[in-house]
């Protein structure tokens, strides 16, 4: 697998991708998913969500890019209002068009690889870009070609979905969120619908971007991964952040109690 990312390095005055979560609340009728959630996430930094099923932990990753609409609070990239946009003192909701604009800088890698069955890996890489004008095919290609050689796959570019793995269906996928180059790129426990053996392949792919200049936000239960990796380890329990801080010290040296009871559980 080709270890050649520099393209996606960024120098300490050029990264972007910070994040600013501030008093956020979300409630699917009686449940209220997300409780009061603020967190500061630094530009290029990795950070892992905890928690047990039904913390909020996905509705968190899901309102980052304004898949999910907060019912209180605002979330900011880089100082800008996701899915608002601000006039004097109020936030108003941008249109569906501007909202599907200022995704472009937000990728989302789901859990269950949603690759587009009737195009080809490198159809579904490029197909977005062109779409959204930011590439020529020719360049677009180009970019594909790159990308498929940081997850390992280029002789895959021909393939269709069906024919891959579950593991390089996710590669795939995570290549095709960088397509568009985002500043804050989106993990919804990628990991959840692969087999045991092809776990490791994934999350190399990770841990190879974690130093490339993207902010990285990865909800997932691989605690391997979050102590070798992450910048920040968030610990969610009933839509409220009940522990945050280092891998080390969330991981090895937790504070609270749910923490410590959950740690005790998956490890």
Do not use: C
């Amino acid at each position: 697998m080709s270890e050649a990312i520099d393209y996606r390095q960024q120098t300490v005055a050029e990264a972007r991708g910070a994040i600013s979560i501030t008093n956020v609340s979300k409630s699917f009728g009686r449940h209220k998913a997300l409780d009061d959630v603020s967190l500061e996430l630094e530009p290029g930094s990795v950070t892992v969500i905890l928690g047990p099923s039904g913390s909020g932990k996905s509705t968190l990753l899901r309102t980052l890019n304004h898949l999910e609409r907060v019912d209180q609070g605002f979330i900011q990239i880089d100082g800008d209002y996701i899915g608002y946009q601000q006039r004097g003192d109020k936030l108003y909701e941008l249109k569906e068009k501007d909202i599907l604009r200022q995704r472009v800088n937000v990728g989302y890698v789901f859990q269950n690889f949603n690759l587009f069955p009737h195009l080809t890996v490198l159809e579904n890489l490029i197909e977005a870009p062109i779409a959204h004008r930011k590439l020529s095919k020719q360049d677009a290609i180009a970019r594909a070609a790159e990308l498929l050689d940081v997850v390992g796959l280029r002789h895959k570019a021909d393939a269709w979905p069906r024919h891959l793995s579950g593991g390089q269906q996710q590669r795939i996928a995570i290549a095709r969120a960088l397509m568009l180059k985002p500043r804050v790129l989106l993990f919804d426990e990628p990991t959840s619908a692969l087999d045991p053996e092809l776990v490791g392949e994934v999350l190399d792919v990770i841990k190879k971007l974690a130093r490339s200049g993207t902010t990285l936000v990865v909800v997932t239960h691989e605690i391997g991964f979050a102590r070798e990796v992450a910048d920040k380890v968030v610990f969610m329990v009933d839509g409220k952040i009940v522990e945050q801080g280092s891998s080390q010290q969330v991981l090895s040296n937790p504070r609270h109690e749910r923490t410590r009871r959950f740690l005790a559980r998956v490890l």
